[in-house]
């Protein structure tokens, strides 16, 4: 097995992979729901435009079914971007 090596993948050490780097957006037929983090935690976006904290669970409790395809005619993007 080969082990990790700094500089070994510049375009990963560049990257930032947190957490705070990703918008997950869940949509159906008439919605999207979008998810990310922000300085204070995980923030749910709902179709409206409303903004609601919600904990890492409830994020999972919203995505893994979608994931699953569980929940019929619903796809889950994720897109990176940089922290602000």
Not at 48 to 77: C, D, M, W, Y
Request: hydrophobic share 40%; charged share 25%; no cysteine.
């Amino acid at each position: 097995m080969m082990g990790w090596a700094p500089g070994r993948n510049l375009i990963l050490d560049a990257m930032d992979l947190t957490n705070e780097s990703y918008v997950i957006s869940i949509s159906t037929k008439a919605s999207t729901e979008r998810y990310y983090r922000d300085k204070a935690g995980w923030v749910k976006e709902s179709a409206r435009g409303r903004i609601f904290r919600a904990t890492a669970e409830q994020v999972l409790n919203h995505v893994l079914p979608a994931l699953a395809g569980v929940k019929a005619n619903v796809s889950v993007k994720v897109e990176h971007r940089k922290p602000s």
